[in-house]
């Protein structure tokens, strides 16, 4: 069964406008944790943010936060004031458990162009 | 300030070769991992060691093998090269509780 499920391939977005990216999941375990992860053109894989799932408020970073819908097991990324440099890949994991190894299980992604 | 650093970034392959993917971080992080990355796919973890001396499979380990002998290196092997493992490789290190450091990626050609 598909743990974390990203139903966007593609997102276009005009320029300071705000996207929101979808990522739902899947799990028995209380614990555990969501990642986004922001892949450029270049390729490498650049951490975004984090929440757990006993955090209480929804995690922020600069322009990016995560709305977090515990009982609909969604975790969604909103960008806010879109900007060129956004344009990437985005993927959204997930670990259960919080000790040990992060053995992370990544979506498919979403293709995300901002338009000027 | 070098973080994770893989080696080669390229490499073509014949099928049946073998090959070793360099992996090493300068972080003095326990943990390490290597994912794979298909084309259009989200990444799928391989091999993580939580120490040197300690390694264990993830979800798609056949057709590679890994070892830890320090802290820093974790290379990858391929023994035997298929086209299925046409991919990029990522290696990742950390910390418990916080985010994975990613490598750059190997992108890896079996023709």
């Known amino acids: 069964a598909q743990k974390i499920t990203q139903t966007q391939p593609g997102m276009f977005v005009q320029e300071k406008e705000a996207v929101t990216l979808d990522c739902t999941y899947d799990?028995?375990?209380?614990?555990?944790?969501l990642f986004w992860y922001k892949q450029p053109s270049s390729g490498e894989m650049i951490f975004l943010i984090y929440?757990?799932?006993?955090?209480?408020q929804n995690a922020t970073e600069g322009r990016y936060s995560l709305n977090f819908q515990k009982a609909r097991k969604s975790a969604n990324l909103v960008i806010s004031a879109s900007q060129l440099g956004d344009s990437a890949m985005y993927f959204c994991a997930m670990r259960e458990g919080f000790s040990g190894a992060q053995k992370l299980v990544f979506g498919q992604g979403t293709r995300l162009t901002i338009n000027p | 300030n070098a973080g994770v650093t893989q080696t080669p970034k390229f490499r073509i392959l014949k099928i049946g070769q073998s090959m070793t993917l360099q992996c090493t971080q300068d972080m003095n992080h326990n943990y390490m991992y290597w994912y794979r990355q298909d084309p259009g796919m989200g990444l799928k973890l391989i091999y993580y060691s939580v120490g040197a001396g300690i390694t264990d499979k993830g979800e798609v380990p056949n057709g590679y093998n890994v070892s830890r002998s320090t802290t820093e290196d974790f290379p990858l092997r391929l023994e035997l090269a298929a086209p299925s493992q046409t991919s990029v490789y990522f290696c990742a290190s950390g910390r418990v509780n916080s985010p994975l450091h990613f490598g750059n990626g190997t992108r890896l050609t079996v023709t």
């Open positions: 929440q757990g799932s006993y955090d209480q």
């Open positions: 799990t028995s375990d209380p614990s555990y944790g």
